[in-house]
């Protein structure tokens, strides 16, 4: 779970452990779509969202195309974490990257969707069967510092096991 778009040694890594997913006869992969730091937060800076569709026209769909192919030879699905700062860190960024590849699923983690207000359940009943893994994984949100510094402050919500955040009721729905 690197950012092999970025990292040479993440890129060697992830298909490294696609060979490997293939000999072990291992069907799923879980990693990230990659990213630019440069190009997190907002889309509201003058050609911030042009700066995005280049990187994205450049870097992450020409990528994403010559590594699936690899993924579909060995037999192995992609399953991207949706994580903001990644290239694919919603549900229209995911659906834009997996038309590159029928290998390319989605590894839901309802912590990231949490604390962005995405509805888990939402994502799975649009993206059905491209659901091909899921964390276990709930976010606690402290509603005061969100008060006064909004939710893409770090330090307004923090990762935590099933149920701390969210009740049981939830997760069972």
């Keep these: 779970s690197g950012n092999p778009l970025a990292t040479p040694d993440h890129d060697a ?36 969202e042009e700066e995005i569709e280049r990187f994205w026209e450049v870097e992450v769909l020409p990528y994403w195309r010559d590594v699936a192919p690899l ?3 060995a ?7 949706l994580e ?13 990257l997996a038309a590159c590849s029928p290998a390319l699923a989605l590894n839901l983690d309802p912590s990231h969707f949490v604390w962005q207000r995405i ?11 491209r659901v091909g893994w899921a964390h276990g994984k709930d976010t606690v949100v402290d ?3 969100v008060a006064f510094d909004g939710l893409l402050a770090r330090t ?10 969210n009740g049981l009721g939830w997760w069972r729905a």
């Design 71 to 73: 993924a579909e030879r």
């Design 156 to 165: 307004a919500w923090r990762y935590a096991v099933v149920g701390a955040g």
């Design 75 to 81: 037999g192995v699905r992609l399953c991207l974490e």
């Design 84 to 96: 903001p700062g990644s290239a694919a860190f919603n549900t229209s960024t995911f659906e834009r």
């Design 119 to 129: 509805d888990p359940l939402a994502v799975c009943a649009r993206l059905g069967g």
């Design 13 to 48: 890594a992830l298909r490294n452990a696609i060979r490997l997913a293939e000999r072990l006869g291992i069907d799923t992969v879980v990693c990230m779509s990659g990213g630019d730091p440069k190009l997190t937060g907002g889309a509201w800076f003058p050609g911030l």
């Design 143 to 145: 509603g005061e510092r």
